[in-house]
């Protein structure tokens, strides 16, 4: 920045450029004023097209969210949709961070120390840029938490799922258990065995087993483990 020049260096076209302008086609008197009013002109634009992009994350959290209450555990456990969104949503918070946080300090010491060829006049539009990349600063620490709690709770889901997929496998293993210890007693090769000559000893055994698999089933089920 000279004192009637500016230059911008990008590797593509910017918005905010063709916005500006646009704008000094509109209010060419705004080139009078300064080369350090062209430059808040481009800064402001930038940042005010971030506003937009924050609602958009906004609304993709949100909607990550209700897909994560709206399905059960299991499903939400096998949906990578979710978890890929996440990721993706975080991705993008940090490269907008990575990219607004040099343009903070930035102002923060244009508006501290000064800068050559910006006036006292334009300084108060600089500090109201400034406060703007507060505000995008904010809302992205704010959606970085929101994230962060979906995860949390994202996670606390799978959790669950599999404390409720481990329960269901130790309920039916101690049913399966129990009608084979019996069979495994009576299966052993000793000359006496209590009923093991029994008439109905066979029968016996097989209701034993059938009434112990059904009683484990029922406490199973009354403490919904199954």
Not at 7 to 20: C, E, M, N, S
Not at 23 to 35: C, Q, W
Not at 133 to 160: A, H, K, W
Request: aromatic content about 10%.
């Amino acid at each position: 920045m000279g004192e009637d020049y500016a230059i911008t260096v990008h590797k593509k076209p910017i918005k905010a450029l063709g916005d500006v302008k646009e704008l000094l086609k509109a209010k060419p008197g705004v080139l009078g004023k300064g080369s350090d009013f062209i430059i808040h002109a481009i800064l402001d634009e930038i940042v005010d097209d971030l506003f937009p992009l924050l609602e958009k994350f906004e609304q993709r959290i949100s909607k990550v969210q209700d897909e994560i209450f709206a399905s059960s555990g299991y499903t939400a456990v096998q949906n990578r949709t979710i978890v890929n969104d996440l990721f993706c949503i975080k991705k993008d918070l940090l490269q907008i961070k990575k990219v607004l946080w040099p343009h903070r300090e930035t102002l923060h010491s244009l508006l501290t120390r000064g800068a050559p060829y910006v006036h006292d006049e334009s300084l108060p539009y600089f500090r109201d840029v400034y406060d703007h990349v507060m505000r995008v600063t904010e809302m992205l620490e704010t959606y970085r938490e929101l994230l962060s709690s979906t995860m949390e709770g994202y996670l606390s889901m799978v959790s669950n799922n599999l404390n409720i997929v481990v329960k269901k496998l130790t309920a039916i293993t101690a049913i399966i258990m129990v009608p084979g210890l019996i069979a495994g007693i009576y299966g052993m090769n000793f000359a006496h065995v209590p009923e093991l000559n029994a008439e109905l000893g066979f029968y016996e055994a097989l209701v034993l087993m059938v009434v112990s698999a059904a009683l484990l089933f029922g406490y199973f089920r009354y403490n919904e483990w199954i």
